[in-house]
């Protein structure tokens, strides 16, 4: 089997892999190759993919168990494992900057990790850049790893029994209204602020726009420490802007990277990004986070 070429994209995440074709099916061999590169650079960009969705969902079950879109179903009950991002409807029409859909989108410009605010909250996110804009919607990346290693280890120590809850109510509802119905299927959860790699052991931390709150902490002391937290990940030397082009096929690691959308004008472009998630493992309260050597 041909190996990738592997060029990284930057000193703290990020690689672009070429010499493999995602659209037919992959063998353990290629998809164990994936899951090292995942763990390695924690933000894969595979160019000139051009994935269809029967492709994209098969890629995704190759890698795991495809999650739930949460929006239809705690908006209607029904399972469906794509979400669409930007502005462009099935039928190919284009949704204005005013739109209420336009709006509630404006959500994922806040630093954030995709469904921190499920029990079982995502391992990737896989997307497809079917229609881009001529200007803006990029997607900006930093890693909660390299971010965890900047910090000294007192502060390290510190943090690592601490419990965070993360709330999508909190954090979406800042843009726009999240319906009853929604918010009634995704209550609050605990999930752990320092998370650990289960193959290398790599430590991050584990926070973005819906991390509301440490448990057992006072709000306003909660929110000292997060916003600290997140102005120390998102430093901009930190930060990987992914410039989107048709057909390229992204796989990012939720468990330890925090991304946002830079926003566009939904009435000059067309976008249109189909996504598909694997979900994790477990909650992060039961995943395994080696001592510190320090400790």
Request: glycine letters at 8%; one cysteine or more; hydrophobic letters at 35%.
């Amino acid at each position: 089997m041909t190996a990738f070429t592997i060029t990284p994209l930057h000193s703290e995440l990020g690689a672009s892999l070429t010499g493999v074709d995602l659209k037919g099916s992959l063998d353990a061999s290629r998809v164990a190759e994936i899951r090292d590169a995942i763990d390695a650079y924690s933000f894969l960009v595979f160019p000139d993919q051009h994935l269809q969705d029967d492709q994209q969902i098969a890629l995704t079950r190759a890698l795991g168990k495809p999650e739930a879109n949460h929006v239809t179903l705690g908006t209607s009950g029904q399972v469906d494992h794509f979400h669409t991002i930007g502005n462009v409807l099935e039928d190919g029409t284009k949704l204005g900057n005013a739109h209420q859909r336009t709006v509630f989108q404006t959500g994922n410009n806040l630093w954030h990790s995709d469904s921190s605010f499920r029990a079982v909250p995502t391992y990737v996110s896989i997307m497809s850049a079917h229609e881009v804009p001529a200007e803006g919607g990029e997607t900006e990346f930093v890693s909660g790893r390299a971010a965890y290693g900047r910090l000294p280890v007192e502060e390290q120590a510190r943090l690592d029994p601490l419990i965070c809850i993360h709330d999508y109510v909190f954090s979406r509802s800042k843009v726009a209204p999240v319906s009853e119905s929604h918010a009634a299927s995704l209550p609050p959860v605990r999930q752990r602020l320092v998370r650990a790699n289960p193959r290398t052991g790599a430590r991050n931390i584990y926070i973005g726009s819906h991390a509301k709150e440490i448990e057992g902490w006072r709000h306003d002391e909660s929110r000292v420490l997060l916003d600290a937290l997140l102005a120390e990940a998102t430093r901009p030397a930190s930060i990987y802007r992914h410039r989107w082009q048709a057909g390229d096929l992204v796989i990012w690691d939720n468990r330890c990277l925090l991304h946002r959308g830079t926003g566009y004008d939904a009435d000059a472009y067309r976008r249109r990004m189909r996504q598909t998630r694997v979900t994790g493992a477990c909650n992060t309260l039961a995943e395994a986070v080696p001592p510190l050597a320090a400790e």
